[in-house]
C-alpha cells in the first residue's frame, strides 16, 4: 500500500528552522519527482518545492528561494524539507506528494501533476 508521512513539525519562533521529512513506502521512490506543498487555514494549497527523481534538479517558489533546502534519499526512501529564517507568514500546514513523472513538470506546482499525499504536518511559527 502506498503510503507517505510527513513528521518534524511543530511549534518554531521566528528566525528559527525545522527539517521535516517524508517517510514512503509501497513504491519505488528513486523513479519519481517529489515536491512539498503548504496551506494555511483560508488559503489554496502552494507549491513549496520539488526535487527529481535523483535528486539532481530541483525547483522553488520564489517566497521560499534561500530560505528552504529539499533533498531526498531514495536508499532510505525519504524526502526532507529544511526551513530556516521561518516567517510568521510561513506556518501552515506542510503536505509531501509523489508526481506521476522522475522529473518536475514546468508547472511544478500544480496539484494536479500529484498522485500521492501524505497526510501533513503543522508548521507554527510564533514567539
Known amino acids: 500500500q502506498l503510503q507517505l508521512v510527513e513528521s518534524g513539525g511543530g511549534l518554531v519562533q521566528p528566525g528559527g528552522s525545522l527539517r521535516l521529512s517524508c517517510t514512503t513506502s509501497?513504491?519505488?521512490?528513486?523513479?519519481?519527482?517529489m515536491a512539498w506543498f503548504r496551506q494555511a487555514p483560508g488559503k489554496e494549497r502552494e507549491g513549496v518545492s520539488c526535487?527529481?527523481?535523483?535528486?539532481?534538479?530541483?525547483n522553488y517558489a520564489d517566497a521560499m528561494k534561500g530560505r528552504f533546502a529539499i533533498s531526498r534519499d531514495n536508499a532510505k526512501n525519504t524526502v526532507y524539507l529544511q526551513l530556516s529564517a521561518l516567517k510568521p507568514e510561513d506556518a501552515a500546514v506542510y503536505y509531501c506528494?509523489?508526481?506521476?513523472?522522475?522529473?518536475?513538470?514546468?508547472?511544478?506546482?500544480?496539484?494536479?501533476?500529484?498522485?500521492?499525499w501524505g497526510q501533513g504536518t503543522q508548521v507554527t511559527v510564533s514567539s
Open positions: 509501497g513504491f519505488s521512490l528513486h523513479y519519481y519527482a
Open positions: 526535487i527529481s527523481n535523483s535528486g539532481g534538479s530541483t
Open positions: 506528494a509523489a508526481d506521476t513523472a522522475a522529473t518536475c513538470e514546468p508547472d511544478w506546482y500544480d496539484v494536479k501533476n500529484y498522485a500521492a
